[in-house]
């Protein structure tokens, strides 16, 4: 994966992900890609991770926890501004699921980062996330 920082929209597959959400105006994108984690019982594809964890990244500006803002997102940080969704409780709970599946064994991402000299700051950037989806 093209990686360019520790942040849920620091990669490829993020940012092209992030364009598909803009053309739409519900959060059935951002379902669809914490599902797709929750659902996945063998190993974890480090691109569909990536799409998870911005998926999740969206939850928590959709709720007012946003993280930084940056040029990288401010197609999401627009988007947010423009919508008028609000997740379900049970969405919540997904994306919390979703990210103990990024974390475990069975996760290319996992691995990719742990043989980076970058995995503390990522395991950071994942945490904070995880804390500003609530519980």
Same mark, same amino acid.
Request: avoid cysteine; hydrophobic fraction near 45%.
């Given at each position: ?14 940012a092209?992900?992030? *364009? ?5 105006d ?8 914490i ?12 691109a569909?991770?990536? *799409?998870?964890?911005?998926a999740?990244e969206?939850i ?8 930084d ?6 197609p999401?940080?627009d988007?947010?501004?423009?919508v008028?969704v ?9 994306a ?5 599946? *990024?974390?475990?064994?069975d996760?290319?991402?996992l691995?990719?980062?742990?043989d ?16 500003? *989806?609530?519980?």
């Open positions: 994966m093209g990686t360019w920082s520790v942040d849920a929209f620091g990669n490829d597959d993020a092209d992900w992030v *364009i598909e959400l803009t053309k739409s519900d959060l059935s994108l951002v379902e669809a890609a599902n797709g984690v929750s659902a996945e019982s063998d190993y974890l594809d480090a569909d991770a990536a *799409i998870a964890l911005a999740i969206v928590a500006r959709l709720n007012g926890n946003w993280g803002r940056n040029a990288y997102t401010e999401v940080d988007w947010v501004a423009q008028n609000q997740p379900e409780p049970t969405l919540l709970a997904q919390r699921a979703a990210i103990d599946r *990024i974390l475990s064994e996760s290319e991402m691995e990719l980062w742990q980076s000299g970058d995995y503390e700051d990522w395991l950071g950037s994942v945490e904070n996330l995880r804390s500003r *989806i609530g519980e």
